[in-house]
């Protein structure tokens, strides 16, 4: 593929305005032990990459068309600090290229922490059940969550903290459900409406608003007193502009087989139909005490499968776990067979990936993240401070490689 070269010299002079390729999007302190040489991208097989870097080049460069990125994780990814980030730069690099936040679960609903960015509340009560625990039963969507309604009328308000963002409204709302003996009512209580969609054999009511929004509400109302059932899977809120949309999907305490749990998965999968997924799972699997390489890498090997029945041509990113320690106490080991497994996916699913555990300076390197406030007590997870700078440094990592790709291909 041949690129025009007066677009490949602008959009270079971009990233360069940006910092993109030299250094992090908005500045950073230069932590020493961060390993800035290894922050790169590892290519297997850069062929559906480069079909990835192509869409964003024609989407950077015209401006006409629309971009999925799904990320899958646990809890470093449902706090959506990471993601966010990640959500920014890929929707800000230029103007117009916000096309809404994506698919979504409400987590107050089910007393568990959701995104700053995306708010919400309700009324009534809900019951919740997560894909990662044991004990938890199925059906599971792709964002790895249900909750079950035990009440007869509950109102769910949904909002944009405009503290992070200004500009992000959307003029579509899609609810994901199961309604077992269509004994429910969801509607839509803020606006007008131009249309409204219902598959009940999907379990997916679409609402298009008479004009985009930066809140709206939801009531969903038992209609008679049938012994039925209502569970939610998650909202999708988008804006049909073109751009980037970069879905957010992460439950506390997942690993691998927690997502195999997912019934619905592939299914929700297919409205989305991803050009980038980013599998940010395997931290959860490392603590596991039956965890082994073989059946780490069996399990992998069953969701990218799913990923490349969905579609064969979406470019797959693995990212290796950040260093930890167990209970506070001693380095988890692990992390370096999950590194050496990731690359062998790769090389078997023409995947790539991004090392993590490298870059943040490879075994105990948890401890200085924690001196620096970049790690929780924990010794696990991330603080803000920390999530952002992981976005900051992956996205990099990205642009460098979308760099190369216009210089290989002017």
Known sequence: MKINKTHISILLMLLSFYGYTQRYPHGYVDYPFIKKEKNRIHFSDSENWNSFFKKAYLQWTQGDQRINIVHFGGSHVQADV???????????????????????????????????????????????????????TPPFGLLGARATFIDSISIINFWVNKEHCDDCVFNQLDVFYSDSMNNYCIEFLNDSLKWIKENNSLGITSFKLSKPKDSISISIKKLDTLNSKFD?????????NYGFCYNSVGVNGASVPSYLRCEKLQDQLDRIYPDLVIFSIGINDAYEPSFSKEKFMQNYDSIIQIVKENNPNAAILLTTNNDSYYNRKAPNERGIIVQEAMFELAKIHSCAVWDFFEIMGGLNSILIWEKYSMAKKDKIHLTTKGYKLVGDLLFEAIMKSYKNFLQTNG
């Open 82 to 136: 990471w993601t966010n980030r990640m959500r920014q730069h890929f929707q800000n690099i230029s103007p117009y290229n916000n096309s809404g936040r994506g698919m979504l679960f409400p987590f107050r609903l089910i007393s568990s922490n959701g995104s700053p960015y995306l708010k919400s509340s309700f009324s009534g009560k809900w019951i919740g059940n997560r894909n990662s625990v044991s004990f938890h």
């Open 232 to 240: 939610l899977f998650g909202v999708g809120l988008n804006n049909n």
